[in-house]
């Protein structure tokens, strides 16, 4: 898993990822130096469980991806089933470029997660 | 390039341009500056890359547009500093390689760069100057103790190695001021007066910073920390400096007073209204972003209004949270996918708009529509101080 997410960070723009459980438990992180590993699942858990609860109550079924932009870089949510791929990356990136990535990354874990069980 | 080939591009060009000023869009300005560049006139583009911002600093579209056109013009300057840094590394080149990124809005890049001028050249205080400044920037932007504080820790260590650097002197006076901390930003301007007796601005922002002192009293430095935590909870400095002279010198702030709105709601509902032609629209919603209070809604199917409302104050709270935990800024736009279709998120100034799809609409489609409402929704929402 860990292997994945090095190679994901190779990407322009990119600055880390992690596989945190929406609970809040870090499955494999690599982020850059200036990030919190606490911080980053402590925040990613509140978002992907806040954002699952409203979904629920409208009845609309669950997310699988959630996009942030910000004014200092961007952040993406992504449901691998167990865990979620929390990505972040520059502002400048062109995320329709970086979304394939994440996503091609995104179905690797998953394959790996499904063929361990 | 054939005469007719030439009259084609002038007509396109003329065209684009007649669109601008007909639709001041962001995606028709991206489209008329990416115009020019393909023209190469990388001037002109810049222009209207510029206007396009000033009028719609939120369109991720124009921003993506203005920094492309803008490290376009500075490629070459970039190239020359990467450059000197390989063959001879020295702190100037870092400090001009860090400043165009930092520039540019890549501050990341900028940071990481400063890093490693730290890293070669411990004595130059460059990296920390810079550090400090998009930090000085970020608590403009945010209010967040954490950025004041970095700031204050940057510049304090520029002043550590060079005390008589005047823009770290007189950033860490203004936040001083900011906070409420009028010794240590009297201190600071002494500093200044010491090489530089004839700067009046300076003089003169002493001297009301004195008064105020006297005024106020004594403040342990020990409060510092909880005086940044002030600023954060209230969302508003203590002080505020108006005027890159001092000409109107201090306001010292006496309730809250963070920005206030007037908001057209008759321009948002028609806004929010015109959506319901949109094929697969589940719900539309403008609210105060401040309050949370509706403008405009517009629910087309199956979901209740309150359902949606708490969602999508829900998500914009908890989004905006993070944001600012991961120092990546206020929040501006989200997009929520699932087997439901999307929930799009857009935080303007002043209010936030929340357009949820089903499966089979695409999100370029909505995105474009938002793109075309920007520019009525920002004359909708005026600032008042």
Same mark, same amino acid.
């Given at each position: 898993?860990?292997?994945?997410?090095?190679?994901?960070?190779?990407?322009?723009?990119?600055?880390?990822?992690?596989?945190?459980?929406?609970?809040?438990?870090?499955?494999?992180?690599?982020?850059?130096?200036?990030?919190?590993?606490?911080?980053?699942?402590?925040?990613?858990?509140?978002?992907?469980?806040?954002?699952?609860?409203?979904?629920?109550?409208?009845?609309?079924?669950?997310?699988?991806?959630?996009?942030?932009?910000?004014?200092?870089?961007?952040?993406?949510?992504?449901?691998?089933?167990?865990?979620?791929?929390?990505?972040?990356?520059?502002?400048?990136?062109?995320?329709?470029?970086?979304?394939?990535?994440?996503?091609?990354?995104?179905?690797?874990?998953?394959?790996?997660?499904?063929?361990?069980? | 390039?054939?005469?007719?080939?030439?009259?084609?591009?002038?007509?396109?060009?003329? +065209?684009?341009?007649?669109?601008?000023?007909?639709?001041?869009?962001?995606?028709?300005?991206?489209?008329?500056?990416?115009?020019?560049?393909?023209?190469?006139?990388? %001037?002109?583009?810049?222009?209207?890359?510029?206007?396009?911002?000033?009028?719609?600093?939120?369109?991720?579209?124009?921003?993506?547009?203005? +920094?492309?056109?803008?490290?376009?013009?500075?490629?070459?300057?970039?190239?020359?500093?990467?450059?000197?840094?390989?063959?001879?590394?020295?702190?100037?080149?870092?400090?001009?390689?860090?400043?165009?990124?930092?520039?540019?809005?890549?501050?990341?890049?900028?940071? %990481?760069?400063?890093?490693?001028?730290? *890293?070669?050249?411990?004595?130059?205080?460059?990296?920390?100057?810079?550090?400090?400044?998009?930090?000085?920037?970020?608590f403009?932007?945010?209010?967040?103790a954490k950025?004041g504080q970095l700031a204050i820790e940057?510049l304090e260590?520029?002043l550590e190695?060079?005390?008589?650097?005047?823009?770290?002197l007189?950033?860490s006076a203004e936040i001083y001021i900011e906070i409420g901390l009028f010794e240590k930003a009297a201190r600071n301007l002494k500093q200044?007066?010491?090489?530089?007796?004839?700067?009046?601005?300076?003089?003169?922002?002493l001297?009301e910073v004195e008064a105020l002192e006297a005024e106020v009293g004594e403040i342990e430095e020990e409060e510092q920390e909880w005086l940044f935590i002030q600023v954060e909870n209230r969302?508003q400095f203590t002080n505020?400096?108006?005027?890159?002279?001092? %000409?109107?010198?201090i306001?010292p702030v006496?309730?809250?007073?963070?920005?206030?709105?007037?908001?057209?709601? %008759?321009?948002?509902?028609?806004?929010?209204?015109?959506?319901?032609?949109?094929?697969?629209?589940?719900?539309?919603?403008?609210?105060?972003?401040?309050?949370?209070?509706?403008?405009?809604?517009?629910?087309?199917?199956?979901?209740?209004?309150?359902?949606?409302?708490?969602?999508?104050?829900?998500?914009?709270?908890?989004?905006?949270?993070?944001?600012?935990?991961?120092?990546?800024?206020?929040?501006?736009?989200?997009?929520?996918?699932?087997?439901?279709?999307?929930? *799009?998120?857009?935080?303007?100034?002043?209010?936030?708009?929340?357009?949820?799809?089903?499966?089979?609409?695409?999100?370029?489609?909505?995105?474009?529509?938002?793109?075309?409402?920007?520019?009525?929704?920002?004359?909708?929402?005026?600032?008042?101080?």
């Open positions: 898993m860990l292997q994945i997410l090095k190679k994901l960070k190779h990407g322009v723009g990119i600055r880390g990822s992690m596989l945190v459980t929406s609970d809040g438990i870090v499955v494999a992180a690599d982020l850059g130096g200036d990030l919190e590993e606490e911080r980053v699942a402590a925040m990613a858990s509140s978002v992907i469980q806040e954002t699952q609860r409203c979904i629920h109550k409208l009845d609309l079924g669950s997310f699988y991806e959630f996009v942030l932009t910000a004014i200092h870089g961007k952040m993406v949510f992504h449901d691998i089933g167990v865990a979620f791929l929390v990505v972040l990356t520059d502002k400048g990136i062109n995320l329709d470029h970086t979304l394939i990535e994440i996503r091609g990354a995104a179905f690797k874990i998953k394959s790996r997660a499904k063929m361990s069980e | 390039m054939g005469f007719f080939e030439n009259l084609k591009k002038k007509r396109e060009l003329a +065209r684009l341009e007649r669109q601008v000023e007909l639709n001041p869009t962001p995606s028709n300005m991206a489209m008329l500056a990416q115009r020019y560049i393909n023209m190469g006139d990388v %001037d002109k583009a810049f222009e209207i890359a510029q206007q396009g911002v000033k009028a719609f600093p939120n369109s991720e579209k124009i921003l993506r547009a203005f +920094r492309y056109i803008k490290k376009t013009q500075l490629q070459a300057k970039i190239r020359e500093l990467n450059s000197v840094i390989q063959k001879n590394p020295n702190p100037v080149a870092y400090g001009q390689l860090a400043m165009i990124y930092k520039d540019l809005g890549d501050t990341h890049k900028a940071v %990481d760069i400063c890093t490693d001028l730290t *890293h070669k050249f411990p004595l130059s205080e460059n990296s920390y100057l810079i550090i400090g400044e998009i930090r000085y920037q970020r403009h932007e945010d209010l967040l950025d940057n260590k520029a190695l060079n005390a008589s650097n005047y823009k770290a007189r950033l200044i007066l010491t090489f530089a007796p004839t700067d009046d601005g300076v003089r003169r922002l001297a969302r505020i400096i108006r005027g890159p002279e001092y %000409d109107k010198m306001l006496m309730g809250p007073t963070a920005t206030r709105y007037t908001i057209n709601q %008759d321009v948002l509902k028609r806004q929010i209204n015109s959506l319901a032609k949109m094929p697969g629209l589940m719900g539309a919603l403008a609210m105060e972003r401040e309050t949370g209070k509706i403008l405009a809604d517009r629910i087309v199917l199956r979901i209740k209004k309150e359902d949606l409302e708490e969602m999508v104050k829900t998500v914009f709270r908890v989004s905006h949270n993070a944001s600012l935990r991961m120092d990546v800024g206020s929040f501006s736009a989200g997009r929520v996918s699932g087997d439901f279709g999307n929930l *799009h998120l857009v935080a303007m100034e002043g209010i936030l708009v929340a357009i949820l799809t089903d499966p089979q609409t695409k999100p370029d489609i909505v995105e474009g529509s938002i793109q075309e409402m920007m520019p009525a929704l920002s004359n909708a929402v005026t600032a008042v101080e």
